[in-house]
């Protein structure tokens, strides 16, 4: 056996994709015949030591014996033990549709940003069953759909995201567009000043932070950044200025819509934006200072609702 640096697919024989790194831990997936004239059954385990000149791969089974397949015929070896023991999860689509709790308008249509092209971007909470999570496939955390432009979170994650001060998810508790609301969800609503907190400061300016960085990058290398997404990124600082100095999260942009859409259509020369997002954390860091808000989330008393929900579900 000759090994083979691949470069592609071996013109469409065994090995596409990734190539499977000399020492890996394989199973096999068929039975294949090995180079004794014998058989390795179906879930055979090896390690990979080498390719073949057809594209195959050299299977060195704990026996001893060496069999050739292909990367289909193959399985990682935790992949392979994951799959013997898996168990048809939730179906998502239908959490979403049969347990939401609450759901609102996002993006630019809550801010007061919308243009004729702007998106319907709506956000919601679903509580999937109590007993569901007795299962050993859990219910999913986040559900994509099953509408277009709509996303939602399993209640706990949606929790857990908030209390860290995630702008994404304050954002939904906050709009004034709301699509659905049980009356769980008028309590989730209800508990919405538990999850502000100081930690906003930190989400809210490494966030945009980190992202100016990416933007300067494509500024200098294509003369133009993504400018929506610049907008985007001075409107949570407009935020966080509004939330740390009087406690509340204002959602609509307000007076600073003209200057926004501004940015928006490319018309505010970069380093003019610059300067302002430089003047928008200086603010932030004044009223950290002064905040009225809490050091940390109210987390015991979010938590305890949480547990209500849940022994809710119980006999529902």
């Not at 679903?126 to 209640?155: C, I, M, N, Q």
Request: one cysteine or more; proline letters at 6%.
């Amino acid at each position: 056996m000759v090994e083979v640096r691949l470069s592609g697919s071996m013109g469409g024989m065994g090995v596409e994709g990734p190539q499977l790194p000399v020492g890996t831990q394989v199973v096999l997936r068929v039975a294949r015949p090995d180079r004794a004239d014998g058989v390795a059954q179906r879930g055979a385990t090896g390690r990979v030591g080498g390719i073949t000149r057809d594209g195959q791969y050299e299977i060195h089974l704990v026996d001893g014996r060496i069999a050739d397949a292909r990367r289909d015929q193959l399985s990682l070896r935790a992949a392979y033990q994951d799959e013997a023991i898996a168990v048809e999860p939730p179906d998502g689509d239908r959490l979403v549709r049969e347990h939401t709790i609450y759901a609102a308008v996002v993006g630019s249509r809550a801010f007061g940003l919308a243009t004729d092209e702007s998106d319907t971007d709506t956000r919601g909470v679903y509580v999937a069953p109590t007993e569901a999570f007795w299962s050993l496939a859990k219910p999913p955390t986040h559900v994509d759909g099953p509408e277009p432009e709509w996303f939602s979170w399993e209640v706990e994650r949606f929790c857990e995201l908030a209390l860290k001060a995630n702008p994404n998810l304050l954002e939904v508790l906050h709009s004034p567009l709301v699509v659905t609301q049980t009356p769980l969800g008028e309590e989730l609503v209800g508990l919405r000043r538990a999850f502000l907190s100081q930690l906003a400061y930190q989400t809210y300016s490494g966030y945009v932070l980190s992202q100016f960085k990416k933007l300067e990058a494509d500024f200098r290398r294509d003369g133009a950044p993504k400018w929506k997404h610049v907008m985007h990124l001075i409107r949570l600082l407009l935020a966080a200025r509004t939330l740390l100095t009087e406690g509340e999260l204002a959602v609509d942009v307000g007076p600073d819509r003209d200057r926004l859409l501004a940015i928006r259509a490319g018309m505010v020369p970069w380093d003019e934006v610059e300067r302002w997002r430089l003047s928008l954390h200086a603010e932030l860091d004044e009223a950290l200072r002064k905040t009225v808000l809490p050091a940390v989330p109210d987390v015991t008393r979010v938590d305890g609702w949480l547990r209500s929900v849940r022994r809710a579900g119980l006999t529902r």
